[in-house]
């Protein structure tokens, strides 16, 4: 018999989603974060035949890609974002907070697509303006643990 246990350790792609703000940008099909980090090469002779690096500046983004809604407020806050070169407070979270990652960020990129036998879809990135904060709960909400 399979554990069982595994299936509440786990988080499905589908719970997660990128905000504008309080709300979601809807469609949503693929979301990602990324996070990165530069190093700064500290080495000098002392070091001998190693380099030494010690950590540098990070910065992140994330990206969506979906389905668009007709009259949807959050890809309606998204491309107004863009429009005007305001940052959002862009977030990456699933309903019960298990993950939670958030930050200022500016729209690096919208496309809208319209083939002629689909529907239209859009995808977009975000640039992170600043440090991201993990606001990840420990628990999950729902279990009143």
């Known amino acids: 018999m399979a554990d069982t246990t595994i299936k509440d350790k786990v988080i499905r792609g589908v719970e997660l989603l990128l905000y504008a703000g309080e709300t979601a940008i809807g469609g949503q099909k693929s979301t990602s974060i990324s996070m990165s980090a530069d190093t700064i090469d500290a080495s000098c002779k002392d070091a001998g035949d190693w380099y030494i690096n010690i ?20 890809y309606k806050a998204a491309v107004n974002a863009f429009m005007n070169s305001t940052a959002i407070t862009a977030v990456f979270k699933n309903e019960k907070g298990t993950i939670h990652y958030e930050g200022e960020a500016y729209i690096t990129s919208l496309d ?10 859009y995808s977009m990135e975000v640039s ?18």
């Open 55 to 74: 950590s540098g500046p990070k910065q992140w983004s994330a990206s969506c890609d979906g389905i668009v809604y007709l009259n949807d407020e959050g």
């Open 112 to 121: 809208l697509d319209a083939p002629y036998e689909d529907l239209t879809s």
């Open 128 to 145: 992170g303006a600043g440090k991201l904060e993990d606001k990840t709960t420990t628990t999950d909400p729902s279990s009143g643990v």
